[in-house]
């Protein structure tokens, strides 16, 4: 059984920052890509910024400049670091983790954790 736990949400006033953590626990073989996704009320989820096992990242352009995502991989990690937080940032955000496990490959998903930018 593979779980992603996340944690760092909350309530944040315009131009403020929010960090999100997300950790990867389970029989994990290995980890290709990790990261982050949105979805707003009434629209589709989105990709926030992900990041490989290299290091490489894709970033939205909604949010570049703004967020910055990294990686651990010894402890199956990601974070998103999320600056200069705009009303359009609210939204439920997703970890998501591309798994190798017990001779599988598949993708995993955190719970959400909602993210409030009030102005």
């Known amino acids: 059984q593979v779980q992603l736990v996340e944690s760092g949400g909350g309530l944040v006033q315009t131009g403020g920052s929010l960090r999100l953590s997300c950790a990867a626990s389970?029989?994990?073989?290995?980890?290709?890509?990790m990261g982050w996704y949105r979805q707003a009320p009434g629209k589709q989820r989105e990709l926030v910024a992900d990041?490989?096992?290299?290091?490489?990242?894709n970033v939205a352009d909604s949010v570049k400049g703004r967020f910055t995502v990294s990686r651990d991989n010894a402890k199956n990690t990601v974070t998103l670091q999320m600056n200069s937080l705009k009303s359009e940032d609210t939204a439920v955000y997703y970890c998501?983790?591309?798994?190798?496990?017990?001779?599988?490959?598949?993708?995993?998903w955190g719970q959400g954790t909602q993210v409030t930018v009030s102005s």
């Open positions: 990041i490989t096992g290299g290091g490489r990242t």
């Open positions: 998501n983790a591309h798994v190798q496990a017990l001779g599988l490959t598949f993708d995993r």
């Open positions: 389970g029989s994990i073989r290995s980890i290709s890509t």
